[in-house]
């Protein structure tokens, strides 16, 4: 028996309670949890708004996670039993038509990997019910069995507390400033959105040598931390309007790049009027899949050649991705530890959630 965070009825509250694994079938790795972090994705999961997302009850959310590999199943060349791994949403195949068109976000694996439908069947189950993952992981609960593809092996130096980051925020951040696009020395960044995500998104943005990182939200103590991950301006935006002050630091034309992390319409429509000509809008904050972006000069977008684009979870390979993040933070080039604001047991989850609908600090940890 191991316990789980499972929400039990449909926007009900989430309960710590004993679950069943099955044994890791073929393809397959059972990980005892170190560490998983609490993502703003995990609570739309939880409580709706995103159509292609939402998971039927019993449910078990999560998708940053650490641990140790335990078990393998048959025919699984790597990770190894006794490998420290970080969880991955995303599990590449690498040669899908997507891969190899270089969207490996889009892979075809990774979406079969995340229907319950195929593979070897849920993971966990509560008296005899099958269990509703997020994705192919599930990452709150003490013990799990997942696809091999998504338990990236890393480098046992690196804490696991900190490593969970790097399944979600980090990866995402970095990821869609070191994949999606590329900034070159000298551009100007403007970040909305100063929580996991964004802050990732500045402190890559200033490795890349960015010329200003104007940070943007609505809280000071997002505000100030974007200031300690390398932002060179910030933005209050409950006091100003957010495309002029991005040009007031930029100049006339605006920002070459921005980072829209909210998934807040509002913010993505900011996003797009602080992009000068010929500039790119970047979208990562999950929206309600019912929400339109009302645009108000859709001439704008062809006469000055502005580029919108979505970026999944930082764009990138895990496999590849996750163990140069990891390298990075041991080098000391890569802001980790202050991310977490608040570590916190699992079975706190229900207070998890309540501070991260408030706004309240930037991550929290669970740890096992
Ligand atoms: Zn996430
Ligand atoms: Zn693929």
Do not use: W
Request: glycine share 12%; with cysteine.
């Amino acid at each position: 028996m191991t316990k789980a965070a499972v929400q039990l009825k449909a926007d009900g509250p989430v309960e710590f309670i004993e679950v069943d694994v099955r044994p890791p079938g073929p393809g397959e790795v059972r990980v005892r949890m170190a560490a998983a972090g609490l993502c703003h994705t995990d609570v739309q999961a939880l409580y709706g708004g995103v159509a292609s997302m939402t998971m039927p009850p019993p449910a078990v959310a999560g998708h940053e996670g650490a641990g140790v590999v335990t078990e393998v199943g048959p025919g699984v060349l790597g990770p190894a039993v006794g490998d420290h791994v970080i969880l991955s949403a995303l599990g590449h195949d690498g040669t899908c038509e997507f891969c190899t068109d270089d969207h490996p976000s889009l892979c075809l694996r990774s979406l079969q990997l995340a229907d319950p439908r195929t593979g070897n069947g849920p993971a966990l189950s509560v008296d005899g019910t099958p269990v509703t993952p997020f994705g192919p992981l599930g990452t709150f609960t003490e013990e799990t069995i997942v696809p091999a593809e998504c338990a990236i092996a890393i480098d046992k130096a690196m804490p696991l507390d900190l490593a969970c980051l790097i399944g979600c925020a980090v990866s995402t951040g970095v990821g869609a400033v070191r994949n999606r696009v590329t900034v070159r020395p000298g551009d100007h960044v403007a970040v909305l959105g100063c929580g996991g995500v964004g802050l990732n998104i500045v402190q890559a943005a200033r490795r890349a040598g960015a010329g200003s990182v104007i940070a943007v939200d609505v809280s000071e103590e997002k505000l100030a931390a974007a200031t300690a991950f390398g932002a060179t301006h910030v933005i209050d935006a409950r006091h100003v309007q957010v495309p002029d002050a991005v040009r007031a630091v930029t100049g006339p034309f605006g920002a070459h790049f921005t980072f829209e992390s909210t998934g807040l319409t509002d913010c993505m429509v900011q996003a797009v009027s602080a992009i000068r000509p010929g500039g790119t809008a970047v979208l990562l904050g999950m929206a309600p899949s019912s929400s339109a972006l009302a645009l108000d000069n859709i001439a704008d977008i062809i006469l000055q050649e502005k580029v919108i684009t979505g970026s999944l979870m930082g764009s990138g390979y895990s496999a590849r991705d996750f163990p140069v993040l990891v390298r990075e933070y041991l080098e000391g080039t890569l802001k980790l530890d202050e991310l977490i604001t608040r570590r916190r047991p699992l079975a706190e989850i229900n207070e998890a959630i309540a501070d991260l609908k408030s706004g309240t600090g930037l991550r929290t940890v669970f740890t096992f």
